[in-house]
């Protein structure tokens, strides 16, 4: 490989030289490029096209190693999830409970009163939890009137 490269290598600098010895004795060609004219002679429209040919193949270069490492690593990734899904089938899970629930009782309320439950519309209130609230039958539905099991009214007031 470092042969054939360094074969092409001697074959660009020959056709170079080619063309620096034969066109040194040309005229100037003129280039109408609408807003810009250039005049130039045949060895720099031979660079020029030189210089395009590099930056073509560098642009075709980069591409493709995008490319090739892209690919690599979507490789890359799917293997990774099939490792996964072939650890996560072959071990039982560590963290997995058990699907039945210990028998125990909940532990009764020493007063529980049943709460009455305000009507739709009605503004709830957020009471703190350590005081029992019960409404009494004649309350209205927007919470005038609170009873609780403390003396004192809901608002510490006596």
């Given at each position: 490989m470092l042969v054939?490269?360094?074969?092409?290598?001697?074959?660009?600098?020959?056709?170079?030289?080619?063309?620096?010895?034969?066109?040194?004795?040309?005229?100037?060609?003129?280039?109408?490029?609408g807003v810009l004219t250039a005049n130039l002679n045949p060895l720099e429209i031979f660079g020029l096209g030189a210089l395009c040919i590099v930056v073509l193949v560098l642009g075709l270069l980069l591409m493709f190693t995008g490319l090739r490492r892209q690919r690599r690593k979507r490789k890359e990734l799917q293997e990774l999830r099939q490792k996964a899904d072939l650890a996560e089938r072959a071990a039982p899970r560590q963290d997995a409970r058990p699907?039945?629930?210990?028998?125990?009782?909940?532990?009764?309320?020493?007063?529980?009163?049943?709460?009455?439950?305000?009507?739709?519309?009605?503004?709830?209130?957020?009471?703190?939890?350590?005081?029992?609230?019960?409404?009494?039958?004649?309350?209205?539905?927007?919470?005038?009137?609170?009873?609780?099991?403390?003396?004192?009214?809901?608002?510490?007031?006596?």
């Open positions: 054939i490269g360094l074969i092409l290598v001697l074959i660009a600098l020959v056709v170079v030289g080619f063309m620096a010895f034969g066109t040194a004795n040309l005229d100037k060609v003129e280039i109408d490029l699907e039945t629930r210990p028998q125990t009782r909940p532990q009764a309320r020493p007063e529980a009163r049943p709460q009455a439950r305000p009507e739709s519309g009605a503004p709830q209130q957020s009471l703190p939890s350590d005081r029992a609230v019960r409404r009494d039958p004649g309350t209205p539905p927007d919470g005038d009137r609170i009873v609780t099991d403390r003396p004192g009214g809901p608002d510490g007031s006596r």
